[in-house]
């Protein structure tokens, strides 16, 4: 298995663009976490999936920031507009029973 | 909702040093905790997985315990090398939460 992918690695927007963030789970595996991570503030959980399903969106910052899950081999993660405050590197996990396993993760730059 | 947090947040010692790395966690309805390796720029690697039934968990020179009554866990690395600096982060399922990690530097 290819392990979890992520699309694309480097992003650099304008303040204001829409930007969206992919992700490939393992295949066969259930569960889909996004995480933020910045230096001031680590690994920010902030949102996943179950099935498909969100389960818990508590740590999106703001309705700025959307994520999706159509179906069992892609998610999404969409910010618009978007702010300087949002680059950070965003990170994909996905596990199907107890280890959880990441991908390389996308750096956001908004100028 | 779960807090985990990770002590101490830097560690600097030199190669063949054994080492401690401390894990705590204030929720203990947890059903596994798993430690994970992040080199600079890069994405995250587990490294072990105890699960809440489990004592401990070791692979090669990393030896990994969980207390979970008192929302501990100790990442233990035997004879310490170069290779080995790295930040290391501990997280607790449900649902997979961080903490901030402690960055170890190993001197030659």
């Known amino acids: 298995d290819a392990g979890v992918i992520q699309s694309p690695r480097h992003e650099v927007t304008e303040m204001g663009q829409e930007v969206t963030l992919r992700c490939k789970p393992i295949s066969g595996h259930d569960y889909l976490f996004w995480y933020r991570q910045t230096m001031m503030r680590g690994l920010e959980l902030l949102i996943y999936?179950?099935?498909?399903?969100?389960?818990?969106d508590s740590g999106m910052p703001e309705d700025r920031f959307s994520a999706k899950m159509p179906n069992a081999s892609f998610s999404t993660l969409k910010i618009q507009p978007s702010e300087p405050r949002d680059s950070a590197v965003y990170f994909c996990?996905?596990?199907?029973?107890?280890?959880?396993?990441f991908g390389q993760g996308t750096r956001l730059t908004v100028v | 909702k779960q807090e985990v947090t990770q002590i101490p947040a830097a560690l600097s010692v030199p190669e063949g040093e054994n080492l401690v790395l401390n894990c705590s966690f204030t929720?203990?309805?947890?059903?596994?905790l798993q430690w994970f390796r992040q080199d600079p720029g890069k994405g995250l690697t587990s490294l072990l997985l105890i699960q809440s039934s489990q004592r401990e968990q070791t692979s090669g020179r990393l030896n990994a315990s969980l207390d979970k009554s008192s929302g501990r866990s100790t990442l233990y690395i035997a004879a310490s090398q170069p290779g080995d600096s790295a930040t290391y982060l501990c997280a607790v399922s449900p649902p997979l939460v961080f903490g901030k990690g402690t960055r170890l530097s190993v001197i030659a």
């Open positions: 929720d203990s309805a947890i059903y596994n």
């Open positions: 996990a996905s596990r199907r029973t107890a280890e959880a396993f």
């Open positions: 999936f179950n099935n498909n399903v969100p389960i818990d």
